[in-house]
């Protein structure tokens, strides 16, 4: 890397790029831009944060690279993408895992976890946080769903990633990746007939004004980002900003968590004014038609589901 | 060596067409699958791309090789002869830099991130980025081969010069 | 901020170097000796991400439907139908280059494509009629300008990815742009013929009679444009799989339809398509590795930033902006341009409260004029360099269409309603 000077003291710089995928208009990006300003004016400007939204610099698995290569760089994904670096996290991420945003907050602060962001430090990543929830992901579809059967020959459109369309096709609907460009007129036209996503995309892109009406509460994938910085960066700055830019993450995150709690119940009421309809599932039948996703895939530390399934039952 | 110069010649050309049809059948295939059955295929975009990849950078050294790549020479049109070829003689030298680097680059680019895997297919990300340094591999065999051709017919053209000149 | 890159590139591009390549060598100098923060390997993230694009594959696809068209008796059966349309008019023929460009339109999105095509097919035919060699080539390459602006075109497609506007709105927008194009090249034709006693290849318009027949002998041509529309309205397929769609339809049609399509043609469709492609997607992917170096140092940004200073007023914006493109436009190919241009801009124009897909249709109309002005434009060299005409003569030629066409420009600049009326029906 070059643009630091090593050293402590007044004369220490360090720019790092953040990159996301986010518009500007959406909650991640403007806490992203809020926790480096506090992190720049905490640090008398030595840790200088630039934020790069819709994925400006590189973004998805290319920015976990940059990460794990050692770059000057903080990549803000969901986690599954560390999946490829520490296999457990693919199970932390595994569908309908989690019931509320509580139980998977509370879950990232237990030794299980611990042990995992362990791991992923073994591969040169600094998780600095897990827990910038953006929402629950439902399917939003014509007809009412209550069981996987009813998804039977449904074509619904996912994002071109393997973990979604595995998800998918075991609820038993036609998983349809599309690009998001694409989705809303595909929707309209009836090329697919529903889409998967949280009430602020429904109600942030106008979802609702198109003939998918229905609201399944499935929860079936938590919509989260967490931070990533290269170990080997993190290693060279000085500790006591490395506890500023610690400190003002998790701050970030709780206050976004916090805001999208208080915000949730209004937009569910505001897309119920544009006839909305939302319904309760099976739990059951679907975590049962998923039961194939929740088997240990090579690299997992033996048991790990049973593990996470046996902390989630403790807090229940 | 007719025989292997036979077919190096069509190589990339042959190469790069049999991905473009790739391309264009899973795509064509997906739509009808998805028309006639209600089911489209989930690799199809994966697959399409990837292919795609592989037929551009092979085909751009397929292109290379025929000069194909638009180039603006409205400058170096105004120079004299002398000077023309020899500011051809340094591009070709830039170009086999240039190449060169990147097809170097690729290898440490695929050597230091052996994890990571596509999104759908979930295949090693090798089999995509190895377009890259096949397709600058090939540019810089052309660029060292039309150095060589260049500062041969510069220095046969300069010596025969010397000879009517003497 | 770092700028030797963009001084690498200037210095490159006029050495005669191939453009992408210049823009390559110009990023990885950056990323290899500026001291970003970064594996200077890692910048090949962007040459893949880049090309994996699954929009892009549009690019290929109609670069194919042209290939096969000139070998399917599409072309010709579509050229019929234009002098039909438009042989009585004044300078008969060169109208007929002016439709065909805007049919073609509704098929492909290349320019240079068409006016590669229409500088071999339609050119001699006009000098063998008495028209002027410069002129010909002039208004085969303005007419060519159109062919993107009409939908489906790969510049529609790239900016509506690029500005995360609908693809449905920016397909059904270009078509009165488009449209405004084809009449005022029609009308400068015209007043150029009249005094230059360009004559009309038939007396009085043709019989309704022979344009049924006409019709009737080019209904599979015409079916492709109108097909595609449907198609992608009623959902059978996405805009980028109507390009693929459209080479098995042209491929259907040519060999068992017009009979003139046949296996030995192949090869040499495939062949022609991997070059133009080959090239085409390199600049592509070369512009947006080039864009990598541009984000890195916050470009975008601070070009940003200075452009608010006028953000008080849209319409002086919107002139600067102009004025900016045509410019670039002299310069780089149409679609790098787009891909450039567009990051930079969208922002600032979002904030003015600019609608994005208006926007983006000035936008493509601006860069396409920029391709037939000289002494850069890439269909001017296109079309100059097939039929053999001197920049020099193109020059006396080109500019009565290009006033024509910056006409065109400041309507659909400075009305919106005219060219957001159909977008906004959807
Ligand atoms: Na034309
Ligand atoms: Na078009």
């Known amino acids: 890397g070059g643009q630091q000077e090593e050293g402590t003291g007044d004369d220490y710089k360090l720019v790092l790029k953040l990159s996301h995928v986010f518009s500007p208009a959406e909650q991640l990006t403007k806490s992203m831009d809020l926790v480096a300003e506090r992190i720049l004016e905490r640090t008398n400007g030595a840790i200088e944060i630039q934020t790069f939204p819709q994925a400006q610099l590189p973004a998805y698995k290319e920015g976990v690279e940059q990460v794990v290569r050692g770059a000057d760089f903080i990549s803000v994904e969901d986690p599954s993408f560390i999946g490829d670096y520490v296999p457990d996290f693919k199970a932390l991420y595994a569908p309908m895992m989690y019931r509320s945003f509580d139980e998977y907050v509370e879950l990232t602060q237990r030794p299980i976890v611990e042990e995992m962001k362990a791991k992923a430090e073994e591969q040169g990543i600094k998780i600095l946080a897990l827990d910038y929830i953006y929402g629950f992901r439902n399917l939003i579809t014509k007809k009412v769903i209550t069981t996987p059967a009813d998804l039977n020959g449904m074509k619904i459109r996912t994002p071109g990633s393997k973990s979604y369309i595995d998800t998918l096709t075991a609820m038993g609907a036609n998983a349809t990746p599309l690009p998001w460009g694409e989705t809303l007129s595909a929707v309209q036209q009836g090329v697919v007939d529903g889409l998967e996503g949280s009430e602020f995309t429904n109600l942030g892109t106008k979802v609702y004004e198109g003939p998918t009406k229905n609201v399944a509460n499935t929860r079936h994938i938590l919509g989260t980002c967490g931070v990533y910085i290269s170990t080997e960066v993190w290693d060279r700055i000085p500790e006591e900003y490395r506890s500023i830019v610690q400190e003002e993450f998790t701050k970030g995150a709780d206050e976004m968590v916090s805001l999208l709690k208080s915000q949730h119940g209004d937009v569910v009421k505001e897309l119920e004014s544009y006839g909305v309809m939302f319904n309760e599932v099976d739990g059951d039948a679907f975590r049962k038609a998923l039961a194939p996703l929740y088997k240990e895939q090579d690299g997992m530390t033996p048991g790990i589901f049973d593990s996470i399934f046996a902390e989630l039952d403790s807090m229940r | 060596m007719n025989l292997l110069k036979k077919f190096t010649q069509n190589f990339e050309v042959v190469f790069s067409g049999f991905f473009l049809l790739i391309t264009v059948s899973v795509v064509i295939v997906n739509v009808i699958l998805r028309y006639l059955f209600h089911s489209g295929l989930f690799w199809v975009e994966e697959v399409a791309t990837t292919a795609f990849i592989w037929s551009v950078f092979v085909g751009a050294a397929a292109a290379y090789k025929y000069k194909m790549h638009i180039g603006i020479d409205i400058i170096t049109k105004l120079f004299p002869e002398k000077v023309r070829e020899i500011i051809s003689i340094i591009i070709n030298f830039m170009m086999i830099i240039i190449n060169s680097y990147i097809c170097y680059l690729s290898t440490l680019f695929i050597q230091a991130n052996k994890l990571k895997r596509t999104p759908v297919l979930d295949i090693p990300a090798l089999y995509v980025n190895l377009a890259i340094t096949v397709g600058f591999g090939l540019m810089t065999i052309h660029a060292i081969r039309f150095l060589v051709i260049e500062i041969r017919l510069f220095t046969n053209r300069e010596s025969q010069k010397e000879e009517t000149e003497a | ?426």
């Open chain 3, 1 to 426: 901020m770092t700028v030797f890159p963009i001084i690498i590139v200037m210095i490159l591009y006029f050495s005669s170097i191939p453009i992408a390549f210049a823009l390559i060598a110009a990023t990885l100098a950056y990323f290899t000796f500026a001291s970003v923060g970064t594996p200077p390997d890692l910048i090949l993230q962007k040459f893949i991400t880049s090309a994996s694009s699954f929009p892009l594959l549009a690019v290929p696809f109609f670069i194919m439907v042209g290939e096969i068209m000139n070998y399917s008796g599409i072309s010709s059966s579509l050229m019929k139908m234009a002098d039909v349309l438009t042989g009585h008019m004044k300078g008969g023929l060169a109208q007929v280059n002016v439709v065909l460009s805007t049919m073609m339109g509704g098929i492909s999105g290349s320019a240079n494509a068409d006016a590669a095509m229409q500088s071999k097919i339609l050119v001699p035919e006009m000098t063998k009629r008495g028209y002027g060699k410069a002129f010909s080539t002039a208004i085969t390459a303005a007419s060519s300008s159109i062919a993107p602006v009409i939908p489906p075109g790969i510049n529609l497609i790239i900016y509506a990815l690029i500005a995360q506007a609908s693809v449905a709105k920016m397909f059904i927008g270009g078509y009165v742009p488009g449209i405004l194009m084809c009449i005022a090249l029609m009308v400068a034709v015209n007043l150029i013929s009249k005094k230059r006693g360009y004559l009309p290849t038939r007396e009085k318009m043709s019989p309704l009679k022979d344009i049924l027949v006409q019709l009737r002998e080019s209904i599979w041509a015409l079916l492709l444009p109108f097909g595609i529309i449907l198609g992608i309205r009623f959902g059978v397929f996405t805009p980028t799989e109507a390009g693929a769609i459209a080479v098995l339809f042209c491929t259907v049609v040519g060999a068992f339809f017009y009979k003139e399509l046949k296996w030995k043609h192949f090869p040499i469709i495939i062949k022609n398509t991997i070059y133009s492609t080959s090239s085409v997607v390199l600049i592509i992917i070369a512009a947006s590795v080039f864009g990598q170096y541009m984000s890195w140092e916050r470009i975008p940004h601070q070009l940003t930033q200075s452009l608010m200073t006028f953000s008080g007023s849209p319409w002086l914006m919107l002139i600067i902006i102009n004025v900016m493109l045509l410019f670039l436009g002299m310069f780089l190919e149409g679609g790098a341009v787009l891909i450039i241009v567009a990051p930079l801009l969208v922002p600032v124009i979002k904030t003015m409260g600019i609608d994005v897909v208006h926007f983006g249709l000035v936008l493509i109309v601006n860069i396409m004029i920029g391709g037939i002005t000289p002494p850069f434009g890439s269909m001017m060299f296109t079309t100059c360099s097939i039929t053999k005409v001197s920049v020099g003569d193109f020059m006396k030629e080109i500019w009565p269409f290009i006033i024509a066409l910056l006409i065109v420009l400041l309507i659909v600049t400075y009305i919106p309603s005219i060219v957001m009326f159909l977008p906004n029906l959807l």
